[in-house]
């Protein structure tokens, strides 16, 4: 259930989600939906959509994952590639598992090209994105996003047009509610934007 989505703007990644945890058939409670590491070199930020106990453990295995591949050196890409396929072969064949996903947006350090980078995570799969959504929310969002979203946009028209496509989504999307969290993630610092860190909506 939900919405989740990011975009690669010029100067940094912006990462959104709306606050409603739904368990079906039971309940609908409040919950951030944004998950962050920035004591990592990489600085790992993740947000999701679908199963929530799936959700939050499947974030909670990629970010240890990065953890353990920074303390070891070794390749941090491949060490989430090899983890994201072997949590998809564990539950595969779950339906919790065919509709849930992750974007996570990692630092490359400021001497790197594009240095907060956006992948989406799901069904054993990491893949490189320049703009996502996820959960019920994404018909309603990905539409939006073909029309209004370009690379060159700032961070701060990217969490404008965020604020646009949350409200969208809590108004047509099944699921979808509650306060919103927008984050902007800055090239220069790989850090959240002092200036407008945190908003909700």
């Not at 108004?171 to 959240?192: F, V």
């Amino acid at each position: 259930m939900t919405i989740a989505a990011g975009f690669r703007c010029n100067d940094g990644v912006v990462l959104c989600a709306d606050t409603e945890m739904t368990i079906p058939g039971w309940i609908n409670f409040p919950g951030t939906k944004i998950r962050m590491k920035f004591k990592l070199e990489s600085r790992p930020v993740c947000t999701f959509a679908g199963a929530v106990p799936f959700c939050e453990m499947f974030a909670g295995k990629i970010l240890g994952c990065i953890a353990s591949a920074e303390k070891s050196k070794t390749n941090l890409l491949t060490a989430i590639e090899e983890e994201t396929l072997k949590i998809h072969k564990r539950f595969s064949g779950e339906e919790y598992e065919a509709y849930s996903s992750l974007l996570l947006s990692l630092w490359a350090g400021k001497e790197a090209q594009s240095p907060r980078r956006l992948y989406e995570i799901g069904q054993g799969i990491l893949a490189p994105v320049s703009s996502s959504c996820l959960g019920t929310g994404r018909s309603v969002g990905q539409g939006m996003v073909t029309e209004l979203f370009r690379q060159d946009m700032s961070m701060k028209q990217g969490a404008l047009m965020a604020t646009y496509l949350l409200s969208e989504a809590k108004t047509y999307a099944e699921g979808c509610g509650k306060e919103s969290q927008i984050l902007l993630l800055s090239d220069n610092t790989g850090g959240l934007n002092r200036s407008v860190q945190h908003h909700l909506i």
